[in-house]
């Protein structure tokens, strides 16, 4: 059973940074691409980051691009999402997913989600 736990949201002004981990447990992920997915009030859930598990290469949404950064420690089974220089319109849930396949973009729709974590940024 994959399992997938998010950690590391909250409030912050606009300007800061915050670091969201994702620990995750229940099988050998050397063969899987690991993402972030958000979710504003009223709006589509969106792709944010993924990450290729064994190799390490990155992809990400224009919107973030530069300001955000993915990684993974395999070692702890953990994926990071470093968010810089956040604005007001980052404000939304972030999930955690993981599948075997990626489709870059929103239309992805990996077979593994964790439950979320709020990000709020204040202007």
């Known amino acids: 059973q994959v399992q997938l736990v998010e950690s590391g949201g909250g409030l912050v002004q606009a300007g800061g940074s915050l670091r969201l981990s994702c620990a995750a447990s229940g099988r050998t992920f050397s063969s899987y691409y690991m993402g972030w997915f958000r979710q504003a009030p009223g709006k589509e859930r969106e792709f944010v980051a993924a990450?290729?598990?064994?190799?390490?290469?990155?992809y990400y949404a224009d919107s973030v691009k530069g300001r955000f950064t993915i990684s993974r420690d395999t070692a702890k089974n953990t994926v990071y999402l470093q968010m810089n220089s956040l604005k007001p319109e980052d404000t939304a849930v972030y999930y955690c997913?993981?599948?075997?396949?990626?489709?870059?973009?929103?239309?992805?729709?990996?077979?593994?989600w964790g439950q979320g974590t709020q990000v709020t940024v204040s202007s």
């Open positions: 997913c993981a599948d075997r396949t990626l489709l870059i973009g929103s239309s992805w729709r990996p077979n593994y």
């Open positions: 990450i290729n598990w064994s190799g390490g290469n990155t």
